[in-house]
């Protein structure tokens, strides 16, 4: 059996190494043209602490990679010294943090040695030349494949009219082990550590129009009174998109990945929902590979039934909480002072919304 997956994605590399470990072959097809991945230095992925205990077991040495957090904490831009509320489980570190660049160089490199894998260079995004191989399945990743702008194309979409911008902050050494995201009335704000001394800054400006770096920094300077920065590493921006697919499967090809669902990164959430259904689709080839069928079209089938309305619910569950803010900030913070005054005092309450934010709804 041999498996075919599109584009040379961060998605695709660390599917392929759980894929690779189940001794099934693959190729990977790829246009050099369509790989942002190699100047994204200055973005940083936030893994669930379920999450990043997958990707360590099923890849060694994974843990070097990335900086714990025990908490995050909440903010809002009239009380912006007091926290709101604050994301923690005592028995455990809450959230990891990993630069980008790092992770996809790190199953970049190990697949290369991999002898389940072969990497096949597309001419170009028209390339139908994997057509011509009998996959069992196909699974593709990559916007602007042929088989993308075919087959998956109909969407549930809302463009948000921002702009994220994410960069480095330099700073002198500190104990860095809190995660910080603050609803300022120019859109969210978050400080995610990477080490004693370096943080990276996520800021979702709501404007159609771009901002200068100037005054970006004018808004960090407001809402920042723990680091002392030495310096700014490179700044990248992207707009921001939610996006939810009606359809997963085509015959034999499976989409999947940003794909399949697109969130605002306010909750770091987006890359935890791949990491979820990377893991439901692994159980799913298990259970065929246990009892002996055929990997093909059910495969995607069976993934598309399990979790694309509960991909639906949770991204539309971090799009509320966005709009609830947003919404908050434009009657002063009126909303989430009582609110989450509710939310401390219950326990029950506290210990979902941690859960919820490391597991995402129980599949």
Known sequence: ?????????????????????????????????????????????????????????????FNLLSWPTKSIKIYVEKKKLEELFEFKNNNQNNFFLVKYNEIYNFYLNSLKKNKYIRFIKLKNNNDKS?????????????????????????????NYNSHAYTFLIYHKKIKNNISMQIFTKKGPLA??????????????????????????????????????????????????????????????????????HKIHPLAGQGFNMTIRDIKILSKIIDEKISLGLEINNSVGENFEKRVKHLNFIYGSGVDLIY?????????????????????????????????????????
Not at 130 to 154: A, C, G, Q, T, V
């Open 191 to 260: 400080f995610l550590p990477l080490s004693n001394n370096k943080t990276s800054i996520v800021f979702s400006y709501k404007s159609l129009n771009k901002i200068q770096f100037k005054e970006i920094k004018k808004i960090l300077k407001n809402f920042n009174d723990k680091y002392k920065i030495t310096r700014f590493g490179k700044v990248e921006n992207f707009n921001l998109r939610f996006s939810m697919l009606r359809n997963y499967c085509h015959d034999n090809i499976l989409s999947f990945g940003d794909l399949i």
């Open 130 to 158: 994997f057509y011509k191989k009998n996959y069992n399945l196909i699974i593709n990743s990559d916007f602007n494949s042929y088989i993308s702008r075919k087959f998956f194309y109909k969407k549930i979409e809302k």
């Open 1 to 61: 059996m041999r498996i075919c997956l599109i584009g040379k994605n961060l998605t695709n590399l660390v599917l392929a190494n759980i894929l690779a470990n189940k001794k099934l072959y693959l190729d990977i097809y790829y246009n050099n043209s369509l790989i942002p991945q190699k100047n994204r230095s200055s973005r940083t992925l936030a893994l669930s602490y379920k999450n990043h205990d997958f990707l360590k077991e099923n890849s060694k040495n």
């Open 323 to 363: 709009n609830f803010f947003n919404l908050d900030n434009k009657l002063n913070n009126s909303l989430s002072d009582p609110l989450f005054k509710i939310f401390k005092k219950n326990k029950i309450l506290n210990k979902y919304a941690t859960y919820f934010s490391d597991r995402g709804i129980n599949i």
